[in-house]
């Protein structure tokens, strides 16, 4: 029976030798950044994918035309960099721009890109068969010509402020020359996807299936060698053990850490949490609609209700309890990263006076237990949250103190972020906390909070808010070619949205990422904290991306 | 032999039968209609039309259930929507993980199983067999996720000596030769195998040591005992050989436990197999893989019991003089 | 005060076993149950079972009563994540609430949905099982194939389905759930007992004197079916506990904030290497009942059936 003990002996000894090996050489050298992820990609195709992973993968794997600055302007020409366009040209009538494309820009697998890619990249995101998100925003462009191979030009029916950024900075170029035979519906199954060719900085390297995706620099990259030499996605089942490979050491890098995170962040001295921009904002939405989507809600239906609950909160009390003093209150559906941003805009002010007065004259009056009725309704609502986070949780729970205050009687629903999702679109909540990330261009809130929005699936406007009022700016703004006059027409629109409060506006603009001490990243821009990866260093002599076996040497 | 092969996989396939007939009315009776809304998401209308192609969805239900049993006897198990691509493909890239594990964790666990219940049976009545029995039955009465993330305290962090995710070293892989990858895998693949094989074993090692006492009892054993043949020799020729064989059919009653144990614990050490796929199928409401893995699970049951079943036949004379 | 309630419990739970251990040791010689009480009192380990359930039971019951804080109430942010202390015994988890008092809470919960559910896998499996081994025959085939066939289902890959079709679970379904993927063992014991009674010379007799079936059910099978059912019950409900807690530990079990104890320990599992108490003390309560409850099984297996006493 001895036998049976050796062997595994053997084999544990064997094993635990092996790996200590292997991260002699290579590893050491070159400078790796692990970016842990909870969700696996699904598709490496840009136009196939809306997975956050995937798109992340593929934005260094294919490049635009142009990319925004870091001012985010999207409205005429200013501030944009070259990316695979070198330069562009206005023809007089503005009715055309021709990109004129860096020679050296080439497919990773050696082929020169040229105008024919933009051509068939373009055709393939406005296929119906296809059905790219974005799609409907190149709905502007006429059509796309190629004056010589270096040269594509893009025509529209009229002008707009944003003819530039759609043309420029939405379609990322796919290579024809490895695609254009294979119809547009099989493209989703085209091998392609999951082992792509591109022309950026990075080039894929392997995928292996809910484990990793790995890019290596591209040293002939026409832009430059990328000083970061490998990309490595590892995927993780879940948020929390993405966090947990950032704490062995097995990854050096996390793109979003709750706060309590940030607290457990602060308890490891190789790593550090790393404030940035970006395009999020939190409210807590009020469903206009009844329960279950028809006729009217009999508490939110009534605009000057809304005003009443969204003056009964104060916002920067929530959000410095919740999140930190640095954090900002949201003003509205917009970001203070946008170009449209204004601080002077209007407010509800905290006024929980105010907000007794409007309801006693809307006639909400205060009953037995301190909570207020109107006829035989209840001044009663219940606040849906995902059971995930934390932090909308506590800021329902002072929501709800806040309400209180004011004769209202708030239960607080947690669900898992699925169900919430299911909830909303079919209109079966009162009110909810919800999150959307913006897109740099201001006019996309038409997509979001318009009426015919409140119609749509999936939009931020559960609720059903609809203005015609706030269409018709909207709409105004979205034409103005004069960036003053936009702004202009922004404000009014954004102060209307204000006014009719169809939901109260919580918290903006940034989140933290968690890295290894060594991590350098250059400036994280607030649409895209990954848009300038190339340009990351890992410094030297610090623990960089430790394999397991490293963990392995230090503790022996 | 051939016989009772043929008998083995004609049950075999009623049960898969069986098993299909339950997803599918699972599926037709969820709230909500799964083939075109999943948690308020719409589905692709390409993806609605396969499916209204391949599910028959405009016929009666009876005409649905027909096509259901028909596309899964051809192997198409529907489409995911969470990886965008049809789950066979999705499948073939995580169930070889699994079964690397299964195969490993069955093979351990045996080995230590019938290892303890031979030692049991052989020194019954003594601390070893009282306080072997006690720990293996504590291993028994843990749920796997928790043996699981405890063995992932102790032996990754508090003791580091194995990685506790993924299947692989990402920095270092595309470094290794052939003997470090294997190598690599393997020292990934020890916590999750060592987790699995904890707490089958108790339930092995239970059987067998009923099985070895047993047969300690049996005629000719009493036999060789009086003609002076050693304990040792009486243990390992006579004694062991007629107890083995009812532990091979053991096989079909660990095979469930271990496909279910692997989901946690494939889940908790990031290995990328079946079970880990079906758990993260609950996040994203992935009604297909989810039914599918149901499916899968009960196919491999039935091969193992199976391959059990024909292994205990070659083994046992008594079977093969038939 | 809080001390006084403790003592207040810890004395019933004492009373209840020393009431039953004079159960177990009449001063006159014992027949029937009490005989088998006896018998299961001789085993050291099956009666440290006992207590622990006993112990387990009368405490989580009366949580409401011994909690420390409330496990429901989100704590400011900077008591999240602490080691245990005096004022928090099991330290609190990232939403800084009391770990102890969770535990306890869920300890109740996750106890009472594992009777409730072994329950109805009780009813139902001896259901299934009376018919399929009296009336034997085509019914009897076709029954104990679709055992087979559930069997070969992982229960947990099983429950998964069903949890993630029908989420969220409410209280009731998922006690129903877990109820309806139990029965499947008890089904198979409860036939062969049946088959093994139904030649027997008293049922034989029961009928040619034109006993109804129901009748000889319940007069000759039932009794007789009770042993190994209570016997498979109790081993199950260690079972039940664990898929529970799984469930709980996916999302798609009981429902946050409710704790559970499966709940519990997805709290913790972020934080192990940091926070590890959070983990460790809802699994160590799991693994003692689970424990407890296999130990009592096999008592109650050999005071129940002495021939099958382990040697």
């Known amino acids: ?234 995927i993780a089942a879940s948020p929390d053990a993405a966090m947990l490979r950032l704490y062995s050491g097995e990854a050096n890098f996390i793109e979003y850490l709750r706060p309590q995170d940030v607290v457990q962040i602060a308890k490891h001295p190789e790593l550090k949490a790393v404030k940035y921009p970006n395009l999020q904002v939190f409210y807590m939405t009020f469903n206009e609609r009844g329960y279950g989507g028809h006729g009217t809600h009999a508490i939110f239906g009534d605009r000057d209700v809304r005003r009443a609950l969204t003056m009964a909160v104060d916002r920067q009390r929530v959000v410095s309890t919740v999140l930190d003093s640095s954090a900002r209150v949201a003003l509205g559906p917009i970001s203070s990263v946008i170009s449209t941003y204004d601080s002077t805009l209007p407010r509800l002010p905290f006024s929980p006076d105010s907000a ?201 | 032999m051939g016989r009772l092969l043929a008998g083995r996989i004609l049950q075999g396939l009623a049960v898969v039968w069986v098993v299909a007939t339950l997803t599918f009315a699972l599926l037709h009776s969820a709230p909500g209609d799964p083939f075109s809304y999943q948690s308020g998401r719409r589905i692709d209308p390409e993806i609605r039309a396969h499916w209204r192609y391949v599910y028959c969805l405009d016929r009666p239900l009876s005409a649905q259930y027909v096509c259901y049993v028909r596309s899964i006897a051809s192997g198409d198990l529907g489409y995911s929507i969470s990886k965008q691509r049809p789950v066979r493909d999705v499948l073939i890239d995580y169930v070889p993980r699994t079964l690397e594990l299964m195969f490993l964790g069955l093979c351990a666990s045996f080995l230590i199983g019938i290892t303890l219940g031979v030692l049991q049976a052989r020194h019954r009545g003594t601390v070893v067999d009282w306080g072997s029995r006690g720990v293996s039955l504590l291993f028994y009465s843990m749920p796997d996720f928790w043996l699981a993330l405890m063995m992932a305290l102790v032996f990754a962090y508090w003791i580091p000596l194995f990685p506790i995710s993924g299947i692989e ?45 047993d047969a300690i009892g049996l005629d000719f054993v009493v036999t060789a005992r009086a003609k002076g043949v050693s304990e040792g020799a009486i243990v390992r020729h006579h004694v062991l050989r007629n107890a083995l064989l009812p532990v091979i059919t053991l096989a079909g009653v660990t095979l469930p436990s271990l496909l279910g144990g692997a989901v946690l614990v494939e889940l908790i050490f990031s290995w990328p197999g079946m079970g880990y796929l079906t758990a993260m199928a609950v996040e994203s409401r992935d009604y297909a893989i989810v039914t599918s893995s149901v499916l899968i699970t009960s196919v491999l049951v039935v091969v193992g019991t199976i391959a059990a079943d024909l292994l205990y036949a070659l083994a046992d004379p008594r079977v093969r003089a038939q | 005060m809080l001390v006084l309630r403790w003592a207040a419990a810890g004395t019933l739970v004492v009373a209840i076993c020393a009431a039953l251990w004079r159960a177990a040791h009449p001063p006159r010689g014992a027949t029937g149950a009490r005989a088998a009480l006896a018998r299961y009192a001789a085993h050291p380990s099956a009666v440290l079972a006992l207590i622990a359930l006993v112990s387990l039971y009368v405490l989580s019951a009366l949580a409401p009563w011994l909690a420390t804080h409330d496990p429901i109430a989100i704590l400011e942010r900077t008591l999240s994540n602490h080691a245990p202390s005096r004022a928090f015994l099991f330290g609190t988890d990232y939403a800084g609430r009391d770990v102890f008092s969770r535990v306890l809470y869920g300890a109740r919960i996750s106890l009472s949905i594992a009777l409730l559910a072994t329950s109805i896998s009780v009813v139902v499996g001896t259901l299934w099982g009376v018919t399929a081994g009296f009336y034997g025959g085509r019914l009897d085939a076709l029954m104990m194939r ?57 049922v034989v007799a029961a009928r040619a004197l034109g006993a109804t079936d129901l009748a000889i059910v319940k007069r000759h099978v039932l009794p007789n079916v009770l042993t190994p059912v209570i016997v498979a019950a109790t081993l199950g409900v260690a079972g039940v506990i664990i898929n529970e807690a799984a469930l709980s530990f996916l999302g798609i079990g009981v429902p946050d904030p409710t704790p559970s104890l499966g709940n519990i320990i997805r709290d913790g599992t972020p934080y192990l290497a940091s926070a590890w108490w959070v983990a460790l003390f809802p699994g160590i309560t799991l693994v003692i009942t689970a424990l407890a409850y296999n130990l009592a099984g096999d008592g109650l297996r050999d005071a129940m059936d002495p021939r099958q006493v382990d040697r």
């Open chain 1, 1 to 234: 029976m001895r036998i049976s003990h050796t062997i595994p002996a053997i084999v544990l000894l064997v094993v635990s030798a092996c790996g200590g090996e292997g991260h002699s050489g290579g590893a050491a050298r070159s400078s790796a950044l692990v970016i842990t992820s909870p969700a696996d990609a699904d598709n490496l195709i840009p136009a196939l994918t809306t997975n956050v992973t995937a798109s992340q993968v593929g934005s260094l794997l294919f490049e635009k035309l142009v990319e925004p600055g870091d001012s985010l302007n999207t409205i005429g020409d200013a501030g944009f960099r070259p990316s695979l366009a070198d330069s562009w040209s206005w023809s007089p009538d503005s009715l055309s721009i021709a990109f004129h494309l860096d020679p050296r820009a080439h497919w990773h697998d050696g082929v020169p890109l040229r105008a024919a890619d933009v051509l068939y990249s373009y055709r393939v995101n406005i296929s119906k068969d296809v059905g790219s998100p974005i799609g409907p925003l190149l709905a502007g462009i006429d059509s796309v010509t190629a004056r010589d191979s270096l040269t594509p030009v893009f025509w529209f029916h009229a002008r707009s402020p944003e003819q530039f950024f759609n043309a420029g900075s939405q379609l990322r170029v796919i290579p024809a020359h490895l695609l254009q035979a294979v119809p547009d519906s099989a493209l989703k199954n085209s091998p392609f996807g999951r082992k792509p060719v591109g022309s950026g900085p990075y080039r894929f390297v392997r995928w292996v299936s809910g484990s990793t995706i790995e890019l290596d620099a591209d040293s002939t990259f026409h832009r430059g060698r990328p000083k970061l030499d490998r990309l490595i996605w590892s």
């Open chain 2, 169 to 213: 070293d990402v920095v270092a892989a595309p470094t290794y030769g052939w003997w470090q990858h294997a190598g690599d895998h393997l020292r990934h693949l020890v916590l999750p195998v060592a987790t699995l094989a904890l707490m089958t074993t108790a339930a092995i090692a239970r059987f067998q040591r009923a099985a070895m006492l």
């Open chain 1, 356 to 556: 007794r007065a409007i309801l006693d004259r809307r006639g909400w009056v205060t009953g037995a237990e301190g909570v207020r009725h109107k006829g035989a309704a209840p001044l009663r609502f219940t606040i849906l949250v995902p059971s995930t986070s934390t932090v909308r949780q506590q800021a329902a729970v002072l929501m709800q103190d806040m309400y209180k205050q004011i004769g209202a009687r708030v239960d607080i629903e947690r669900v898992d972020f699925p169900t919430m999702g299911a909830r909303e679109s079919a209109h079966e909540f009162d009110a909810a906390i919800d999150g959307m990330a913006l897109d740099p261009s201001p006019a996309s809130i038409r997509q979001e909070w318009s009426s015919a929005a409140a119609n749509a699936e999936g939009t931020s406007n559960a609720g059903h808010y609809a203005s015609r009022q706030f269409d018709a700016l909207i709409d105004s703004a979205a034409s103005q070619m004069d960036p003053t006059r936009a702004r202009g027409y922004y404000r009014r629109a954004y102060t209307t949205i204000i006014e009719d409060a169809p939901a109260v506006w919580l918290y903006e603009g940034s989140a933290w990422a968690g890295m290894n001490v060594g991590v350098r990243p250059a400036p994280m821009r607030p649409d895209a904290w990954f848009a300038h990866l190339a340009d990351w260093t890992i410094g030297t002599g610090v623990v960089a991306a430790e394999s397991a076996s490293d963990t392995v040497a230090r503790a022996q």
């Open chain 3, 146 to 202: 679709l055992v087979d066939a559930f069997l070969a289902i992982p229960r947990i890959v099983l429950l998964i389905a069903v949890g993630t079709l029908w989420a969220p679970l409410s209280m009731s379904a998922l006690i129903i759930v877990l109820g309806l993927t139990a029965w499947f063992d008890t089904s198979r014991l409860v036939r062969a007992e049946v088959l093994s009674i139904k030649d027997r010379e008293m």
